[in-house]
């Protein structure tokens, strides 16, 4: 649906995006994740074409924004960072502004009242757009999007600024746009991206880092396996009887976390298991497993890993706190 | 291109600055037609009040068209215009139609003096309807001009301080060309002057080369501002 291919944008000797490459299928949601100023709404730019692209180019649906601009926008629902919003006109005219300025086929006034259901500004649809709250504000930007029911939307930190009940509201809303649109969406909040997306690529310094499933990207990319073990009994004499375990490559206490209980960081060698053999362990020697976990990396740890130059040592640290 | 013209123009009487260019414009036309009337005779309403039409206008354009593309540039709502599917020379147009129109109100308002003479007395309608037409061709110019000067900054004061600025120079240029030397140069000076080219329309007399003159630079100055809104997409 939409392909981008060696995206690159040179603002004179500073290179925001480059070489970026990646196909999204019709239908899915996509989350774009990277620091401010990683690159995201410059990519998003280009897509949309708001900004041209130094090299590179952009496909959606098969048609070339270089080409056939006008096709593509016409596909394209897009939400900028800052809602482009006019605020001198009420709610109803701008929409109706931007139902003429789209030139939406659809029955207007039934296209604009779904939309406006749909995004919850019915009861605001008179007011003047200037004095509507963030939250509002955020939803016009939104329902702005979705006029002339483009199959892409791109949604540039489409939560920024609303309250964390709004934002619930949103994510659902996006999800449930997700069944009938291919979504975009940039975010450098993590839980929001996990929570909403399907699929995830990360960008840093212009470079596009990480790019899979959200579930199965942590996992992946994690390269040392460590379980964490809470145990009750003497910290010392477990610690030895694990260290003297066969499969186990590295392993220290973490302290004391409850009475009498402490946390020990177990690391393994790559394809081995050693939960059982653990748990065989503490049961023979009468130490009670209070808990044990993986500690694939969270979105939070593989984020610090990917964008931070002192590329995550310790990712996963802090992680045995529950 | 006419949704972008509708929200230009309702832009304009959302806000003061509508209704208070109309004004002013309507007032000072007012003003002199009342003090035309009270010291002579109505043979010298063309010449004063009408003949006044070209300065009242360098006052007012600047203001017109200060916010034509800063404030979207400002307010980032250049990407919702960028991004929908029409081209920047439609959007530039629709800008530039809808300044053009709020100016055209102004100068047909200040109409309203002589066709109340009328009624008592003939006033030189060829004289009037010339000045007219040749406020709105010099005006259209300007307007373009001051359209692609506010496409170059994101202040609203620079815009206008700039577009007033060029008018004021495009008015002295010919007495610039007199003082040059050089005969080519002088002519080519004298050429661009817009006073000289509104002047002959004031004299009742509609000049096919000075209306094709000021509806030129309108295409010139909408072609270089859609040149410039796609070039900050290139930067």
């Known amino acids: 649906m939409v392909e981008v291919r060696n995206l690159t944008k040179r603002y004179g000797a500073n290179l925001a995006v480059d070489h970026v490459s990646f196909t999204i299928e019709e239908g899915s949601i996509v989350g774009f994740l990277g620091p401010n100023g990683a690159g995201k709404s410059t990519t998003m730019n280009i897509i949309t074409g708001y900004l041209s692209a130094t090299e590179g180019s952009v496909t959606v649906s098969g048609k070339n924004t270089l080409d056939d601009p006008n096709e593509v926008k016409k596909l394209i629902g897009y939400l900028p960072e800052q809602p482009p919003l006019y605020l001198d006109m009420t709610v109803k005219e701008y929409l109706n502004f931007v139902y003429e300025l789209k030139k939406a086929s659809q029955p207007r006034q039934q296209h604009l009242e779904e939309i406006c259901k749909l995004v919850k500004i019915d009861n605001v649809y008179n007011r003047l757009v200037g ?42 809303l996006i999800k449930n746009l997700g069944r009938n649109h291919t979504v975009i969406l940039s975010s450098h909040i993590l839980p929001e991206v996990q929570a909403v997306c399907e699929r995830i690529i990360v960008i840093n310094n212009g470079k596009l880092v990480a790019d899979g499933a959200t579930d199965t990207l942590a996992h992946d ?47 393994s ?51 045995g706190e529950q | 291109m006419i949704a972008v013209f509708k929200r230009e123009l309702r832009s304009y009487f ?48 600047p203001i017109i068209t200060m916010k034509s593309l800063t404030d979207d540039q400002k307010n980032k709502t250049d990407q919702i215009l960028l991004t929908a599917p029409v081209g920047v020379t439609a959007i530039v147009i629709g800008k530039f139609l809808a300044s053009l129109f709020v100016f055209f109100l102004a100068s047909t308002i200040g109409l309203l003096p002589a066709v109340a003479m009328s009624f008592f007395s003939s006033p030189s309608w060829g004289e009037i309807l010339g000045n007219y037409i040749g406020t709105l061709l010099y005006g259209g110019a300007m307007i373009s001009i001051g359209v ?10 620079i815009a206008a301080i700039g577009t007033f600025a060029v008018s004021v120079f495009l008015m002295y240029i010919d007495s610039l060309a007199s003082s040059i030397n050089n005969g080519l140069v002088a002519t080519v000076v004298g050429w661009i002057s817009f006073s000289s080219r509104y002047s002959i329309f004031t004299q009742g007399l509609f000049s096919v080369s000075s209306a094709v003159f000021f509806l030129s630079v309108m295409a010139i100055f909408v072609f270089l501002t859609a040149r410039r809104i796609e070039s900050r997409r290139w930067s």
Request: glycine share 8%; with cysteine.
């Open chain 1, 131 to 172: 004095n509507l709250s963030k939250g509002y504000k955020q939803r016009v930007g939104i329902a702005q999007a979705l006029i002339g029911n483009p199959p892409v939307l791109i949604l540039d930190e489409p939560t920024v600024g609303l309250d964390p009940k709004q934002i619930i509201e949103i994510r659902t």
């Open chain 1, 221 to 267: 990319l994690s390269h040392d396996h460590r379980l964490i073990l809470r145990a009750e009994g003497p910290e010392r004499e477990i610690l030895h009887a694990i260290e003297a375990m066969e499969k186990v490559v590295d392993v220290y206490s973490m302290g004391e976390k409850e009475p009498g209980a402490f946390d020990f960081s177990v690391e």
């Open chain 1, 269 to 319: 060698d790559m394809d081995v298991d050693v939960r059982r053999d653990l748990f065989a362990l503490m049961a023979r020697n009468g130490w009670p497993v209070l808990g044990l976990k993986n500690t694939d990396l969270t979105l939070e740890d593989l984020f610090l890993q990917l964008t931070s130059t002192d590329a995550g040592t310790h990712a996963g640290d802090g992680k």
């Open chain 2, 14 to 61: 959302n806000s003061p600055i509508g209704y208070v260019c109309v004004a002013a414009l309507t007032a000072l036309y007012g003003l002199f037609y009342f003090m035309v009337m009270a010291g002579g005779s109505s043979s010298f309403i063309s010449r004063y009040v009408y003949g006044s039409m070209f300065s009242f206008s360098m006052l007012v354009i």
């Open chain 2, 148 to 157: 692609f000067i506010s496409s170059l900054t994101i202040s609203q004061i």
